[in-house]
């Protein structure tokens, strides 16, 4: 694989974390371009690009409001990860999606270990809460559209 693939896919990881932490793409890219100019001058491994990004990401205020244009362009599963409250979305993004061990995850939050786990399991909870009632909406439309002449 060549540097330039690596680092290609460096960026859409780190895209995708930071826009998965802030919640719009305008926060988003600022918090990746932070990351790449704090890099620049070193070669720039997967794991600076990605924990500056994180980083720069975090740094922001939490806005619980999400991006309508980054959302639509998103699979499901990730736009269920965008409706999440600020704070549990976060703690999800960085536990599950980015394996973020947790200690390290509280220390970027600024908060303690106990709170990472408790907003990571309520976060876990409100997407198989919300994955549910999307199956069942489904369901029902496509019993709806059955019975329709």
């Given at each position: 694989?060549?540097?330039?693939?690596?680092?290609?896919?460096?960026?859409?990881?780190?895209?995708?974390?930071?826009?998965?932490?802030?919640?719009?793409?305008?926060?988003?890219?600022?918090?990746?371009?932070?990351?790449?100019?704090?890099?620049?001058?070193?070669?720039?491994?997967?794991?600076?690009?990605l924990?500056?990004a994180?980083?720069?990401?975090?740094?922001?205020?939490?806005?619980?409001?999400?991006?309508?244009?980054?959302?639509?362009?998103?699979?499901?599963?990730?736009?269920?990860?965008?409706?999440?409250?600020?704070?549990?979305?976060?703690?999800?993004?960085?536990?599950?999606?980015?394996?973020?061990?947790r200690?390290?995850?509280?220390?970027?939050?600024?908060?303690?270990?106990?709170?990472?786990?408790?907003?990571?399991?309520?976060?876990?909870?409100?997407?198989?809460?919300?994955?549910?009632?999307?199956?069942?909406?489904?369901?029902?439309?496509?019993?709806?559209?059955?019975?329709?002449?």
């Amino acid at each position: 694989m060549t540097a330039a693939l690596d680092f290609e896919q460096d960026l859409s990881r780190g895209f995708f974390t930071t826009l998965l932490l802030t919640g719009n793409l305008a926060d988003a890219e600022a918090a990746l371009g932070d990351a790449i100019d704090a890099v620049q001058p070193e070669p720039a491994s997967n794991d600076s690009l990605l924990r500056r990004a994180v980083e720069a990401a975090v740094k922001l205020p939490l806005v619980s409001t999400r991006d309508d244009l980054a959302n639509s362009r998103l699979p499901p599963e990730l736009k269920r990860v965008l409706s999440l409250p600020a704070a549990m979305r976060r703690c999800f993004v960085l536990r599950i999606l980015a394996a973020t061990p947790r200690d390290e995850c509280a220390e970027l939050l600024q908060i303690g270990t106990d709170h990472v786990d408790e907003l990571t399991c309520l976060a876990a909870r409100e997407l198989s809460r919300i994955a549910a009632s999307e199956s069942r909406a489904m369901d029902f439309s496509g019993l709806e559209a059955k019975v329709k002449p």
